[in-house]
């Protein structure tokens, strides 16, 4: 059976290559991409495992599976150089067992890494990365999907650290304790925090001192500038469009995608039809219009790729699967993006930004955790006890460490700026 499977891949390839010799644009595309990773900052193939399968992974084929939007032959076939794999819990379980379930995802993420070896090779490191590109795998890196996961901890941000994560979203489509969600600029949900509340600042600057990514896909304007103003690491947005082109709230608008050409950060491109067009039809076409105006407005240092495959029920006509992707990269090529531009749409933008994340956290790690919990009466409700604090009310809003912390990366951001 596998034989057959491994058959039917290297014949897609064979149809592909047939396919591309007809077509220079694709031809050079596939070319590229040989040269070059593609990171794609999204895909929830790990949620769909959860949904469909409980996560009892040997239950499960991922050479044969053809009910999600990836599988290995996709993965192959669409030239996958690197993954951030989305551990994904929705926000029913905040206050409740957000935490389990989110490591939860991490292990699928492991086990499938275990189970797959001649095709994933799990990393953490722009390092990593390009190791496992010239292996010929895709590298499988870690990004949790809301901040809902950490139920309010830094201990348990620090030790997701540990387990691999390399980026958080700060918030899903739910507030948070310390953070406002995408759908207070909607006005479906009210502001609690006007952006970020202390320790939601507190957790930017332990994200830094970590090296972790933060993530701005889902947050509202208020939170993506605070996030700018006081990071001294780029940050991405794993999986969001362009507003201009599709007024939806959870794209980003011009102002913000300056900001992030200013401090080098990332926008990779989601692919939903909703985020696309503001429909629920769209057209490759279409989403390439998203890369065309973030590199426009922001220019082609800050695009990338966020298809967000496995984690939405409508996707554009072409891009129906991962196996797909080359072909907004031929569509590049054809609206006269150069060679340059494209790899650095591909996946030396996402290294950029990595690399540099890891240089803000080699500079801080003679700074200590930030150990200062969030205060209790912010998080208090009937699922949680209070062991540990002295007084309900305590829970410093910053101690001197972490305005030592802030000041610090306020000062890593200008002297980053004025280097670069």
């Known amino acids: 059976m596998l034989s057959k499977v491994i058959s039917a891949a290297y014949l897609m390839l064979w149809i592909s290559s047939c396919a591309a010799a007809e077509d220079p644009y694709m031809t050079r595309a596939l070319q590229l991409m040989s040269e070059t990773p593609l990171i794609d900052g999204h895909n929830d193939l790990p949620w769909q495992l959860r ?19 990836t599988n290995i032959p996709k993965i192959k076939e669409g030239r996958l150089g690197a993954q951030f794999w989305s551990a994904y819990v929705p926000c029913e379980s905040q206050y409740k067992d957000a935490v389990r379930q989110t490591l939860e995802q991490i292990d699928v993420v492991h086990r499938m890494c275990q189970k797959y070896p001649e095709t994933f090779m799990f990393a953490t490191s722009s390092h990593d990365i390009m190791t496992a590109f010239s292996m010929n795998k895709t590298a499988s890196l870690i990004g949790v999907e809301g901040g809902h996961s950490l139920d309010s901890s830094l201990g348990t941000l620090r030790l997701m650290y540990q387990l691999g994560v390399r980026y958080l979203t700060l918030t899903h489509s739910c507030n948070t304790p310390w953070a406002d969600n995408w759908l207070v600029d909607t006005g479906a949900d009210p502001s609690e925090h006007n952006g970020l509340s202390a320790f939601g600042k507190q957790l930017i600057a332990e994200m830094n001192r970590l090296g972790m990514l933060i993530d701005l896909a889902h947050v509202t304007q208020a939170v993506m500038h605070q996030v700018l103003d006081m990071s001294a690491a780029p940050v991405i947005f794993s999986h969001s469009s362009a507003y201009s082109v599709c007024p939806h709230k959870r794209n980003v608008p011009d102002d913000v995608l300056r900001r992030v050409n200013e401090t080098r950060g990332i926008v990779m491109v989601n692919f939903y039809n ?28 800050i ?27 031929a569509e590049l090529l054809r609206r006269g993006w150069s060679d340059v531009d494209v790899k650095a749409a591909l996946g030396n933008n996402l290294l950029r930004v990595l690399n ?16 200062v919990p969030i205060p209790y009466d912010e998080v208090k409700n009937t699922c949680r006890t209070s062991y ?31 280097n670069s």
Not at 274 to 301: E, M, N, P
Not at 303 to 329: A, C, H, N, T
């Open 51 to 69: 949904i469909r399968f409980n996560n009892e992974l040997n239950k499960v084929d991922l050479n044969t599976l053809d009910t999600t939007h």
């Open 274 to 301: 909703d985020y696309v067009t503001c429909s629920k039809t769209a057209t490759l076409s279409d989403v390439a219009d998203h890369f065309d105006h973030i590199k426009k407005v922001g220019g082609a240092g």
């Open 303 to 329: 695009v990338g790729f966020g298809g967000d495959y496995d984690g939405v029920g409508r996707l554009p006509e072409g891009l129906e699967d991962v196996s797909k992707v080359p072909k907004v990269v």
């Open 356 to 371: 540099q994340t890891e240089r803000v956290r080699d500079g801080l790690r003679d700074k200590s955790p930030d150990d």
């Open 388 to 418: 540990g604090y002295q007084t309900l009310n305590t829970g410093a809003v910053h101690s001197l460490s972490t305005l030592g912390l802030l000041l610090t990366l306020a000062l890593h951001a200008v002297i980053t700026l004025s």
